[in-house]
């Protein structure tokens, strides 16, 4: 059971905004940075987000992040059909003493 | 090119052992944090463990804890992972991944190992 809640799916068709959520706690999100993945089909997970809003180099600026107190959020802008994968936020967690994974979102594009 | 290839993985049976390799190239592994991070059937993503650097900070998620044992040799350019008493519930694809996960993540992963715990 993650301690780091997303919805289960989102979805919207091309060009579309699309917002997923991430919702923790002060031992984790609210006192550490979140990072976000994004595993296509049959794929490994690649780093989307780090740092609660920086984009490693090559990822596309239609990717951007944010937190705010125990919440963090992923915005995909001008919806693609290849961000079509499951995407996963994850932060260290103080109390457990362990990195999370948060419980993961299914993007269908439309 | 940055790579990390595990190997490894396959069957075996409730209660016994098996060890993970992943061989890292293309980057100063001595410089790098490590972990493992694994991914059941259809199921979503989980931190297994890490590794410091210098092998002086070791973390363990606690559905692992006591049973497996993370290593390294930075000599080889390698990162492994002891899994002893393995459960049905071990059963997943494993991936070596590389970075600080305390605070900018894993940006490297490998490809993946599958585990398989049955009898």
């Known amino acids: 059971q993650s301690v780091l809640t997303q919805p289960p799916s989102a979805s919207g068709t091309p060009g579309q905004r699309v917002t997923i959520s991430c919702s923790g706690s002060?031992?984790?999100?609210?006192?550490?940075?979140v990072n976000w993945y994004q595993q296509l089909p049959g794929t490994a997970p690649k780093l989307l987000i780090s740092?609660?809003?920086q984009r490693p180099s090559g990822v596309p600026d239609r990717f951007s992040g944010s937190k705010s107190g125990t919440s963090a959020s992923l915005a995909i802008s001008g919806l693609q059909s290849e961000d079509e994968a499951d995407y996963y936020c994850?932060?260290?967690?103080?109390?457990?003493?362990?990195?999370?994974f948060g419980t993961g979102t299914k993007v269908t594009v439309l | 090119e940055v790579q990390l290839v595990e190997s490894g993985g396959g069957l075996v049976q409730p209660g016994g052992s098996l060890r993970l390799s992943c061989a890292a190239s293309?980057?100063?592994?001595?410089?790098?944090?490590m972990n493992w991070v694994r991914q059941a059937p259809g199921k979503g993503l989980e931190w297994v463990s890490y590794i410091s650097s210098s092998s002086s900070t070791i973390y363990y998620a606690d559905s692992v804890k006591g049973r497996f044992a993370i290593s390294r040799d930075n000599a080889k350019n390698s990162l492994y992972l002891q899994m002893n008493s393995l459960r049905d519930e071990d059963t997943a694809v494993y991936y070596c991944?590389?970075?600080?996960?305390?605070?900018?993540?894993?940006?490297?992963w490998g490809q993946g190992t599958t585990v398989t715990v049955a009898s």
């Open positions: 293309g980057f100063t592994f001595s410089g790098y944090n």
């Open positions: 994850a932060a260290w967690d103080d109390s457990l003493n362990g990195y999370v």
């Open positions: 002060s031992s984790n999100i609210g006192g550490n940075t």
């Open positions: 991944a590389r970075g600080g996960v305390r605070i900018s993540g894993v940006d490297v």
């Open positions: 740092t609660n809003n």
